[in-house]
């Protein structure tokens, strides 16, 4: 590895790096999500575009449709890139309403915006470069965080090894990070990933335990990405350096020790119905779960529901759900005895394995999990359930 190390900002082992904030709970990559993060978190992680007046602003996609108000604001321009707009247009976009009505006072932030909420917290920020054009720009709008606050931890990224290099080589002074690897990495190529990067972040839940090993041999820090407590508690145990998530929340009461107990779908299957037949896929590789890639699953019509009861023998909250949609996918209703129901589209790629995030407290006793397909592009549609996670009380 060459150039610094990232280290911890709190003195511990294990560093909490949150998703674009606390974006479970909060609109992605706005200063309420990074704000309700900053408490418990050791990084911010945060994703920059440039903008057509040659600033840096905060925002994960290409476009602005998903996550703003642009079709409404400007239609004719509700497909055009981020960096076709100014600041100043970018300013009337509501980036909260897409997630809840009551953030919709909820703006895009710029890079100094976040990076003064970082240093009033005391927390650092972990910075994702999405694209290369105008690379300038960026480069530029990171080193005047550094230079204003010499003292706020940094580390800049990308999922674009060719990028990662060249903030290597502009930033020398700023640790790198190489995003979304894969967990197969190894040999030669891990040794040339970590000549351009001080941070491993890998795509997966759960990492292989040589894949550990050879990442600390060439002194680097090395970061999953999760949403589960069961990943969490089992990469700590692997030495995995860091989390990112969703759920900052989550990964502090693993810091704290709280307890959570998860519940093996596969296990359920005798307690289990469906419109359609009920099985346990046997994965030949472990997935996400400790236990390997079993999970219970069934084929279902449009309309179709999988039932499963479970068992809680003491009081607490049902906090993840995680399911499987295998391509191409579908929308599901999830919910929990006569909760509010939850829906999951799994026809993107990111969302064919989700978590669903209930936070539904539970009695002792007997519950009932319910997935229904509400619409699937193929007759039959397979759906697996995998884990239930359930935090004390």
């Known amino acids: 590895m060459s150039g610094p190390t990232p280290s911890a900002v709190r003195g511990r082992d294990q560093l909490l790096v949150a998703h674009r904030g606390l974006s479970a709970l909060y609109p992605e990559n706005t200063l309420a999500s990074f704000a309700a993060a900053a408490p418990l978190a050791d990084y911010l992680e945060l994703d920059l575009h440039p903008t057509a007046d040659h600033q840096a602003i905060v925002v994960h996609d290409h476009t602005l449709q998903r996550t703003t108000d642009v079709a409404s604001v400007f239609p004719d321009r509700r497909d055009d890139p981020v960096a076709t707009f100014t600041t100043a247009e970018l300013s009337r976009l509501d980036a909260g309403s897409w997630f809840a009505a009551e953030h919709a006072e909820a703006r895009l932030p710029t890079l100094s915006h976040v990076g003064e909420l970082a240093v009033t917290a005391g927390t650092g920020l972990l910075i994702e470069v999405k694209e290369r054009d105008q690379l300038e720009v960026i480069i ?13 931890p940094l580390i800049v990224g990308s999922i674009d090894l060719v990028l990662v ?72 145990q692997l030495g995995v350096d860091a989390t990112a ?94 909760g509010a129901p939850h829906l999951v589209d799994t026809r993107t790629r990111a969302n064919r394995r989700a978590a669903v995030n209930v936070a539904a407290p539970l009695a002792a006793g007997q519950h009932t999990l319910v997935v229904e397909v509400l619409d699937s592009p193929l007759p039959l549609l397979r759906v697996a359930v995998d884990a239930l996670e359930i935090s004390a009380t």
């Open 245 to 338: 998530t969703d759920w900052a929340s989550r990964k502090a009461d693993a810091l704290a020790g709280r307890a959570v107990t998860t519940i093996e779908a596969e296990s359920l299957w005798d307690q289990a119905a469906a419109d359609g037949p009920v099985t346990v896929r046997l994965a030949k590789e472990a997935g996400f779960k400790p236990s390997g890639g079993a999970d219970l699953m069934a084929a279902l019509e449009a309309g179709g529901q999988l039932s499963v009861t479970f068992d809680v023998p003491t009081p607490g909250r049902l906090d993840v759900i995680t399911l499987d949609g295998p391509p191409p996918g579908g929308v599901l209703q999830v919910r929990v005895d006569d």
């Open 140 to 152: 530029a709008a990171i080193a005047e965080v550094n230079a204003a606050w010499p003292a706020l």
């Open 165 to 236: 290099a060249e903030l290597r080589r502009s930033l020398r002074r700023i640790p790198t990070a190489a995003l979304f690897l894969d967990s197969t990495l190894g040999g030669s190529a891990l040794a040339a990933v970590s000549e351009i990067a001080a941070l491993l972040a890998f795509r997966h839940d759960v990492l292989p335990s040589g894949l550990v090993e050879a990442a600390h041999a060439q002194d680097c820090v090395i970061m999953h990405n999760t949403n589960t407590r069961t990943a969490m508690d089992w990469c700590a």
